[in-house]
């Protein structure tokens, strides 16, 4: 499932629902968090997928974000809130790679379809 932003950077592109965590927040409960937050679902993370360092733009100059990606298994129904204009759900041969908001966006798709094969 990918989500359009509503917000920038990367207005209109599509992303993983994510997010940041609080100072001293685990992981964990900063996933089930915004996974609330964004998508009121309610979340049960699985294994990580992939890790990997990217770059999240601001006017004062560019914040570096490590990012980390869970499979993960979700209850409830979707309901968006203001950061995300629209979701929709893409297989692997219809991922829209040119309209992805970040690389890290990229780097996750490519480890779970395992994909090799393509430039970030």
Request: contains cysteine.
């Amino acid at each position: 499932m990918l989500v359009k932003r509503a917000m920038e950077p990367s207005y209109g592109k599509w992303d993983l629902p994510g997010g940041f965590l609080e100072n001293g927040e685990d992981p964990i409960v900063g996933l089930k968090r915004e996974a609330k937050e964004e998508l009121s679902l309610a979340v049960e993370p699985g294994n990580i997928l992939t890790v990997c360092v990217d770059e999240y733009g601001y006017e004062k100059g560019e914040l570096y974000t490590l990012n980390l990606f869970y499979r993960s298994k979700a209850q409830g129904k979707i309901k968006l809130d203001k950061e995300n204009s629209e979701y929709g759900w893409f297989g692997k041969d219809e991922i829209p790679w040119n309209e992805l908001a970040f690389k890290n966006t990229h780097v996750a798709l490519k480890a779970l379809y395992k994909l090799d094969n393509l430039p970030l």
